[in-house]
């Protein structure tokens, strides 16, 4: 068993009894399964399910739920994740699509073909890109396109052996270096300035024409907006490198500055983040790429075209990177950006963004107000980075908050910032939610000074206490044996 499981609560095996059941499925009794698949194929011992009344089961997954945190229990500023509110009217529209099949006849699928299009023609206005593709699965996955996207355009230019390199800031995400890598390159670290913007005079004198790409994003993970870009873009630009945009922060600026517009040549862009999907767990996502006319040819296959007010899809695309996913994208993911935009309009865009700026700016100055730190006060955008007071560890404040019932902000990312805690407000949150944790993030950092082992012990009023991390990272147990 896992070690941790909550001790006060049974295991759905430790709730079984022998011969106790819910449910008796038509057509599953001995003899029509003896007569559907022949007796040579029954197994010979049943499985070791738990034999327990559908009320157990109820109560079973219930109770489970109810120690589920979200953005639908608490709030959740865990910063680079976006983790707003996702109007539930949305998966009403996803679920009017359940019935489509992927192997459809798209002439039968012409609603469906419909929206892919009109939401690639919202995204291509929203970035300034002239072509995109709507497959990848998450923004990781798009960043992979995107960057083999380029390799093949450099190949193309008889370039591909000489252009080896990828830049990445020091702040980057992970996945930024982990793409490169990925795609064959090497990776090259351009470090950030004091101000938290990127070092410009560093990344000229990397740029050479082994320079593949660069890759960015913009605000950076520190919340700051990169106040250099046109002149990075271009000196990227005459260097023959190309400007990749990792979209993750699109919250921040949409309706309001483009990317295509600051010179990048690909992004891509996290629907479960800025476009209203919820996400975590692994649940799924949606990372659609768009890149400018010159990159086009090069774009996964199928594209959704229209032609004559019919669409149809297009996989004649001879110098395409091939498939990168199994049919279209997560399509239901497709309809809740598509309403979410539609929904909103452009106004309604531009004020999520403004007040994702707004509640980041006033959340940061109450903590400043608290003794919290914020060692790069640029022009915040959506987010900001700060560290507890002097004295505190980040890992100790967040695990406190969990006792006060909110989710912890993102924890030692960026990499540059020591004990960084990285919050996250979004537009969804209230002036009043903003203040609460405010105070109780206060109150945590006052009481943990005075009291080291009161905070070092925390959380005390969780299902599970604290982890041992480096256990669960080295020996994680992810599903239930049998003892
Ligand atoms: C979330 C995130 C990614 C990766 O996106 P996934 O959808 O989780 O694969 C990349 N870059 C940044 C800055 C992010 O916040």
Same mark, same amino acid.
């Given at each position: 068993?896992?070690?941790?499981?909550?001790?006060?609560?049974?295991?759905?095996?430790?709730?079984?009894?022998?011969?106790?059941?819910?449910?008796?499925?038509?057509?599953?009794?001995?003899?029509?399964?003896?007569?559907?698949?022949?007796?040579?194929?029954?197994?010979?011992?049943?499985?070791? @399910?738990?034999?327990?009344?559908? $009320?157990?089961?109820?109560?079973?997954?219930?109770?489970?739920?109810?120690?589920?945190?979200?953005?639908?229990?608490?709030?959740?500023?865990? &910063?680079?994740?976006?983790?707003?509110?996702?109007?539930?009217?949305?998966?009403?529209?996803? /679920?009017?699509?359940?019935?489509?099949?992927?192997?459809?006849? %798209?002439?039968?699928?012409? =609603?469906?073909?419909? $929206?892919?299009?009109? $939401?690639?023609?919202? $995204?291509?206005?929203?970035?300034?890109?002239?072509?995109?593709?709507?497959?990848?699965?998450?923004?990781?996955?798009?960043?992979?396109?995107?960057?083999?996207?380029?390799?093949?355009?450099?190949?193309?230019?008889?370039?591909?052996?000489?252009?080896?390199?990828?830049?990445?800031?020091?702040?980057?995400?992970?996945?930024?270096?982990?793409?490169?890598?990925?795609?064959?390159?090497?990776?090259?670290?351009? %470090?950030?300035?004091? #101000?938290?913007?990127?070092?410009?005079?560093?990344?000229?004198?990397?740029?050479?024409?082994?320079?593949?790409?660069?890759?960015?994003?913009?605000?950076?993970?520190?919340?700051?907006?990169?106040?250099?870009? @046109?002149?990075?873009?271009?000196?990227?630009?005459?260097?023959?490198?190309?400007?990749?945009?990792?979209?993750?922060?699109?919250?921040?600026?949409?309706?309001?500055?483009?990317?295509?517009?600051?010179?990048?040549?690909?992004?891509?862009?996290?629907?479960?983040?800025?476009?209203?999907?919820?996400?975590?767990? &692994?649940?799924?996502?949606? &990372?659609?790429?768009?890149?400018?006319?010159?990159?086009?040819?090069?774009?996964?296959?199928?594209? !959704?075209?229209?032609?004559?007010?019919?669409?149809?899809?297009?996989?004649?695309?001879?110098?395409?990177? &091939?498939?990168?996913?199994?049919?279209?994208?997560?399509?239901?993911?497709?309809?809740?950006?598509?309403?979410?935009?539609?929904?909103?309009?452009?106004?309604?865009?531009? #004020?999520?963004?403004?007040?994702?700026?707004?509640?980041?700016?006033?959340?940061?100055?109450?903590?400043?107000?608290?003794?919290?730190?914020?060692?790069?006060?640029?022009?915040?955008?959506?987010?900001?980075?700060?560290?507890?007071?002097? =004295?505190?560890?980040?890992?100790?404040? /967040?695990?406190?908050?969990?006792?006060?019932?909110?989710?912890?902000?993102?924890?030692?990312?960026?990499?540059?910032?020591?004990?960084?805690?990285?919050?996250?407000?979004?537009?969804?949150?209230?002036?009043?939610?903003?203040?609460?944790?405010?105070? !109780?993030?206060?109150?945590?950092?006052?009481?943990?000074?005075?009291?080291?082992?009161?905070?070092?012990?925390?959380?005390?009023?969780?299902?599970?206490?604290?982890?041992?991390?480096?256990?669960?990272?080295?020996? %994680?147990?992810?599903?239930?044996?049998?003892?």
């Amino acid at each position: 068993m896992g070690f941790c499981w909550p001790e006060d609560f049974p295991l759905i095996f430790e709730r079984s009894r022998e011969g106790r059941r819910g449910v008796r499925p038509p057509g599953t009794r001995d003899a029509d399964a003896k007569a559907l698949f022949g007796e040579e194929n029954l197994r010979a011992r049943a499985p070791r @399910l738990p034999e327990v009344d559908e $009320l157990t089961v109820v109560r079973h997954y219930t109770n489970l739920s109810r120690r589920q945190v979200g953005v639908d229990t608490t709030f959740y500023p865990l &910063g680079s994740c976006t983790m707003k509110y996702n109007p539930r009217v949305l998966e009403a529209a996803a /679920a009017r699509f359940a019935g489509l099949h992927p192997y459809q006849d %798209p002439e039968s699928a012409q =609603g469906a073909l419909e $929206l892919m299009y009109e $939401l690639g023609e919202y $995204l291509k206005a929203l970035t300034g890109m002239d072509a995109v593709t709507l497959q990848p699965a998450a923004g990781a996955h798009g960043e992979l396109t995107g960057i083999l996207v380029i390799r093949a355009y450099h190949k193309d230019r008889g370039e591909a052996e000489t252009r080896r390199v990828v830049l990445v800031p020091d702040s980057a995400h992970g996945s930024n270096p982990a793409t490169a890598a990925m795609a064959g390159f090497e990776v090259r670290e351009v %470090p950030s300035g004091p #101000d938290g913007e990127v070092d410009l005079e560093a990344l000229k004198r990397e740029l050479g024409s082994h320079v593949a790409a660069i890759m960015l994003t913009n605000p950076n993970t520190l919340g700051i907006f990169e106040r250099r870009i @046109l002149a990075l873009s271009e000196a990227a630009h005459a260097a023959g490198a190309q400007l990749y945009y990792d979209g993750a922060n699109l919250n921040a600026i949409m309706g309001w500055a483009r990317p295509g517009d600051m010179g990048f040549d690909v992004v891509h862009l996290n629907l479960h983040k800025t476009f209203a999907t919820p996400h975590g767990g &692994g649940g799924p996502g949606s &990372g659609p790429v768009g890149v400018k006319a010159h990159l086009a040819p090069y774009l996964p296959v199928p594209l !959704v075209v229209k032609e004559n007010g019919r669409y149809r899809l297009d996989f004649d695309r001879p110098k395409s990177i &091939g498939r990168m996913r199994s049919f279209f994208g997560n399509f239901g993911v497709l309809v809740k950006a598509y309403v979410y935009i539609r929904m909103l309009g452009l106004e309604g865009l531009r #004020d999520a963004a403004a007040k994702s700026v707004l509640n980041a700016r006033y959340l940061k100055e109450l903590l400043k107000k608290r003794g919290f730190r914020v060692p790069y006060d640029g022009p915040t955008m959506h987010e900001f980075v700060a560290q507890p007071p002097e =004295g505190l560890r980040a890992v100790d404040v /967040a695990k406190a908050l969990l006792d006060e019932g909110f989710h912890p902000p993102t924890i030692y990312f960026p990499l540059i910032v020591k004990e960084a805690l990285m919050v996250e407000p979004t537009e969804t949150e209230s002036k009043e939610t903003l203040e609460a944790f405010a105070e !109780v993030l206060g109150r945590i950092a006052e009481r943990g000074l005075e009291d080291p082992e009161w905070i070092q012990g925390a959380p005390y009023t969780t299902p599970v206490r604290r982890l041992d991390e480096v256990k669960a990272n080295r020996r %994680p147990v992810l599903r239930w044996r049998p003892d």
